[in-house]
């Protein structure tokens, strides 16, 4: 039988990703982080030379990326075209690339058809921006996160400089304001919270106890879905 999707949606640095990792390991779904899907094909952009102006250009570069997730060491990393990209898409270049390169209307539809097919057959975690409004309107669990924009900034401030990359919180919290108004006025797909999505407001919570209130929604709502044969 067929087990729930949770839809995991949420503004930059509210702890998606955190969570999101933490909740599928301790129901044992797959954890799927769709950001860092966009942010592989910023990363591809930016290696390529491609003006962010070029749409149609980054549209087929889009489409002929081979994107997986794997395993390796107990870990989920990102490959693109068979490299190991965990690592290189979250510098603040990659980052600021892939709001505007996530606008792109065929980028979407192109990431939106391989996220759909990842998480077909159900049981897991995907977390993003337009998971529960367009990826999987359906899913059983919806949840949008969010936070204040100074702790978002100082989350992902922290975050940099424990992987060792220099970062200014005052340019963070500007990024991320800018990014916020990218992400909700787009036109395609823009950033909001789903109506039947639980709101959860992080700021004086830690990523476990985020994923503790989720799970218990998992437990409450998880209903024997159809079959998947």
Same mark, same amino acid.
Do not use: W
């Given at each position: 039988?067929?087990?729930?999707?949770?839809?995991?949606?949420?503004?930059?640095?509210?702890?998606?990703?955190?969570?999101?990792?933490? %909740?599928?390991?301790?129901?044992?779904?797959?954890?799927?982080?769709?950001?860092?899907?966009?942010?592989? *094909?910023?990363?591809? %952009?930016?290696?390529?030379?491609?003006?962010?102006?070029?749409?149609?250009?980054?549209?087929?570069?889009?489409?002929?990326?081979?994107?997986? $997730?794997?395993? *390796?060491?107990?870990?989920?990393?990102l490959f693109?075209?068979?490299?190991? *990209?965990?690592?290189?898409?979250?510098?603040?270049?990659?980052?600021?690339?892939?709001?505007?390169?996530?606008?792109?209307?065929?980028?979407?539809?192109?990431? %939106?058809?391989?996220?759909?097919?990842?998480?077909?057959?159900?049981?897991?975690?995907?977390?993003?921006?337009?998971?529960?409004?367009?990826? $999987?309107?359906?899913?059983?669990?919806?949840? $949008?996160?969010?936070?204040?924009?100074?702790?978002?900034?100082?989350?992902?401030?922290?975050?940099?400089?424990?992987?060792?990359?220099?970062?200014?919180m005052s340019?963070?919290?500007?990024?991320?304001?800018?990014?916020?108004?990218?992400?909700?006025?787009?036109?395609?797909?823009?950033?909001?919270?789903?109506?039947?999505? %639980?709101?959860?407001?992080?700021?004086?919570?830690?990523?476990?106890?985020?994923?503790?209130?989720?799970?218990?929604?998992?437990?409450?709502?998880?209903?024997?879905?159809?079959?998947?044969?």
């Open positions: 039988m067929r087990k729930p999707i949770i839809a995991i949606d949420g503004p930059a640095g509210a702890g998606k990703s955190t969570v999101a990792r933490i %909740v599928a390991e301790r129901l044992g779904y797959i954890y799927i982080d769709t950001g860092a899907m966009y942010r592989a *094909v910023a990363l591809a %952009v930016l290696r390529s030379g491609i003006s962010i102006s070029e749409h149609a250009k980054i549209t087929a570069l889009a489409k002929a990326l081979d994107l997986r $997730f794997e395993k *390796v060491d107990n870990e989920q990393r693109s075209d068979g490299e190991d *990209v965990t690592e290189a898409i979250r510098t603040p270049e990659a980052t600021r690339l892939s709001s505007p390169v996530s606008a792109i209307r065929g980028v979407r539809n192109r990431l %939106v058809e391989l996220q759909r097919k990842m998480g077909e057959c159900g049981g897991i975690v995907m977390e993003g921006r337009d998971i529960g409004t367009v990826v $999987f309107p359906n899913a059983e669990i919806k949840v $949008f996160l969010t936070a204040s924009a100074e702790e978002r900034a100082r989350r992902r401030t922290e975050e940099l400089r424990q992987k060792g990359i220099e970062a200014d340019r963070i919290a500007a990024d991320i304001a800018e990014r916020d108004l990218r992400d909700s006025s787009r036109v395609h797909a823009p950033l909001k919270q789903a109506p039947d999505a %639980v709101l959860i407001e992080t700021d004086n919570m830690t990523a476990e106890q985020v994923a503790d209130a989720i799970i218990e929604l998992h437990n409450a709502r998880a209903i024997e879905g159809c079959s998947t044969q």
